[in-house]
């Protein structure tokens, strides 16, 4: 019993080291190996017999079985060498494999990047919950009205007319996301300009790749817009439609600009918002509208922690799909 069991571990151990060791499944080299050894007893027993068995013979008769067993060690001999050869050719083989494979392992694999896509009418506070998340998960943030804002402004400084698609089509290729000033492009008569370049489908086009681009930064990216979640990241695995009443929305701007010391009328802001609205809800191209797979989000009556929380939410469930 103890000899069987040994025997089989000895027999084993070639195809342990090549299955398990250099992690190859059909199991040759251990084939191979056996049949050296097997062919190498076989050719020293054949050998010693015949060398036994001439001693027996009558001297003529002994040189002949000499001769027929040198022979036959010479020719048959040549099998076992041709085994070991290919056993050893084919040990390389897998040892190469298996280098190659661990090589493959250790390559950095592409990044993964996440996207979550916010939209909303203005004043909502998408700009907000977008920069909050963009700081709690690392990810970058890209508040996609500047880069209209900044075509609107290259017209307005060089005092071309706003309607001319085929100069903010230039301009709009000539924006640059690291230089967008926020504190200049954000003032009233840029974000009015900026509503209407935004028609024009040319300068949409050029806009929404570079876009597109900032969206597949790793390890992710917050875009917040008007189209993000339906045109720019039609395919971000986390989409938001953030609104509020027009009064509401209204009354933040208002709050906005008197604790930022200028001086603002509440009735002249909802007016404004509700043409703003209009304008960006009706026009052709990309339309504001929340994507068919967005979850709507509506703060009226919503502080900004508590639409972190919500948005939160939905973005951890995501994540841990994504890392499945
Ligand atoms: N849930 C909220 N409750 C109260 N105030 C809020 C809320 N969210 C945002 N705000 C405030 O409302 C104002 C407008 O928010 P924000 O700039 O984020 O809106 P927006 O949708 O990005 O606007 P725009 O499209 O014009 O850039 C800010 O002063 C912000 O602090
Ligand atoms: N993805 C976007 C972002 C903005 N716009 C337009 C609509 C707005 O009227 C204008 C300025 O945006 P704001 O800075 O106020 O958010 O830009 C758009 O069409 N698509």
Not at 18 to 34: D, K, M, S
Not at 138 to 165: C, S
Not at 185 to 202: D, I, Q, R, T
Not at 281 to 305: F, Q, V, Y
Request: hydrophobic share 50%.
């Amino acid at each position: 019993m103890f000899f069987l069991l040994t025997s089989f571990v000895v027999v084993a151990i070639p195809y342990v080291i090549e299955r398990f060791g250099l992690r190859v499944r059909f199991g040759l080299f251990a084939l191979l190996f056996w049949l050296f050894v097997f062919q190498f007893v076989l050719i020293f027993s054949i050998d010693a017999l015949l060398q036994n068995f001439a001693t027996s013979m009558p001297d003529l008769l002994e040189s002949m079985l000499t001769t027929l067993g040198g022979f036959a060690f010479v020719t048959i001999g040549i099998t076992p060498i041709i085994t070991l050869v290919l056993a050893a050719a084919y040990l390389l083989f897998a040892l190469g494999q298996w280098l190659f494979d661990r090589d493959e392992k250790d390559m950095p694999t592409p990044q993964r990047h996440f996207t979550v896509a916010i939209d909303g009418p203005a004043a909502s506070g998408k700009g907000t919950l977008a920069r909050r998340i963009a700081e709690a998960y690392g990810f970058h943030h890209l508040d996609t009205g500047l880069t209209y804002r900044a075509v609107a402004k290259v017209l307005m400084d060089q005092n071309m007319p706003l309607d001319d698609e085929f100069l903010a089509e230039k301009a709009a290729r000539s924006v640059d996301l690291t230089k967008l000033d926020r504190a200049v492009l954000s003032a009233h008569a840029v974000g009015e300009a900026a509503s209407k370049v935004a028609v024009m489908p040319a300068v949409r086009r050029a806009l929404v790749a570079m876009q597109h681009s900032f969206a597949e930064r790793p390890p992710g990216a917050v875009l917040d817009g008007r189209d993000i979640g339906t045109v720019v990241c039609p395919d971000a695995p986390v989409k938001l439609y953030i609104t509020a009443s027009p009064e509401a929305r209204a009354r933040r701007r208002y709050d906005e600009i008197r604790s930022n010391g200028g001086g603002a009328n509440y009735e002249e802001i909802l007016e404004d918002l509700t043409r703003r609205d209009a304008r960006d809800m009706g026009r052709t191209d990309s339309p504001l509208k929340p994507a068919a797979d967005a979850h709507l989000l509506d703060t009226t009556e919503m502080d900004i922690e508590t639409a972190f929380l919500s948005a939160k939410t939905l973005i951890d469930q995501a994540l841990a799909k994504n890392t499945h």
